[in-house]
Structures are given as structure tokens and as C-alpha cells.
């Protein structure tokens, strides 16, 4: 894998980091409503805006965003990230995602999916889960950040691996 794909990788996971943690930290300090019980996150955040560049670096904070906003991370176990750049190589990435997945991961692992070109993302996930052996991945949530369009490849896709698939649609 290239330098330079390792560091956007990096970035990425970092990202997920740094948002969970300042996630954590604002639920904590979340005033309760009358119920006595938290308000409801969506109530205190704007929704996301897609980016309006086809910068990578803005769609990958724009992804991390997505995910850090909407899975619980359990455990304290840290995401792992893909992310198919539409201008680079994707077997690079592909290949190493899938060498990890081969080995299997840890119960409550998040293993988040996006691109900027969500039909890219959705068709290489085709390619990645393929390979992986049935249940392997079982106890695992795997995250696709895309396109309504492009859910059902992805969720098939994963399907036989085991984890739980969640999908979060850009702009919402």
C-alpha cells in the first residue's frame, strides 16, 4: 500500500477517533430535558451537509462525521475505515481491508465503507466480501455510508460474512 494511501487511511481512522471522543464528551455533558432522561442528540446537532467539493479529504471528514454521529462505538473498540477514492487505484485498499477481514476481527468492531462515488464503494464491497468466509465476520457491524441506491449491493454483499449491516444515507 502506498504512503500516501496509508496516510489518508490514517486521517480517516484519526478522524472517527477525534469525533467519537468529542461525542462522548458532549453526551456527558448533555443537559437533561424535563423527563429528567438526555434529549435526543438529533435535536442539538445541524445535520450534515454533503460536501460540495470532490475533495477526498472533505468526503472522508464528511463520512467520519457520518459514522461517528450515528454507530456507538462498543467497548472502546476503534473503527476500522475504508475509503475508495474515484481517482486513485482501488485495489490498494481493497486488498488490504480484505486481509485484515480475512482474519476476523473482534465482536463490536466497526468496519465503515464510503466514497464519494457511493456505486464505486458499493461495487468494491461486492469484490472485498466475496473472498471473505461465511460468519467470519459474525459480532462485527459493518457501516456503508452511501447512496439509497446502492444499499442493496452493499448489504448483499456483506451478508453471508455475518456482521450486522447498517446503512447511513448521504445528506441525511
Not at 472517527?16 to 468529542?22: E, H, I, K, P
Not at 460536501?51 to 472502546?76: E, F, H, L, M, T
Amino acid at each position: 500500500m502506498s504512503s500516501r494511501l496509508r496516510i489518508a487511511l490514517l486521517a480517516l481512522v484519526a478522524g472517527l477517533f477525534t469525533l467519537a471522543g468529542c461525542q462522548k464528551e458532549a453526551s456527558e455533558g448533555r443537559p437533561s430535558s424535563a423527563g429528567g432522561q438526555a434529549a435526543p442528540a438529533a435535536e442539538q446537532r445541524a445535520p450534515l451537509m454533503l460536501p460540495a467539493s470532490q475533495s477526498d479529504d472533505d468526503w472522508k471528514r464528511y463520512i467520519g462525521q457520518q459514522v461517528s454521529r450515528n454507530v456507538r462505538v462498543k467497548r472502546g473498540i476503534p473503527p476500522f475505515a475504508v475509503y475508495v477514492s474515484p481517482d486513485e487505484d482501488p485495489f490498494p485498499v481493497i486488498d488490504n481491508a480484505r486481509q485484515t477481514l480475512q482474519r476476523g476481527v473482534v465482536k463490536d468492531t466497526i468496519i465503515a465503507f464510503g466514497s464519494r462515488d457511493s456505486q464505486l464503494m458499493a461495487t468494491q464491497m461486492v469484490e472485498l466480501f466475496k473472498d471473505i468466509p461465511a460468519d467470519r465476520l459474525k459480532g462485527a457491524r459493518v457501516v456503508f455510508v452511501g447512496d439509497a441506491a446502492h444499499r442493496g449491493v452493499a448489504e448483499s454483499a456483506v451478508a453471508p460474512s455475518g456482521a450486522e449491516f447498517i446503512f447511513l444515507e448521504f445528506g441525511k
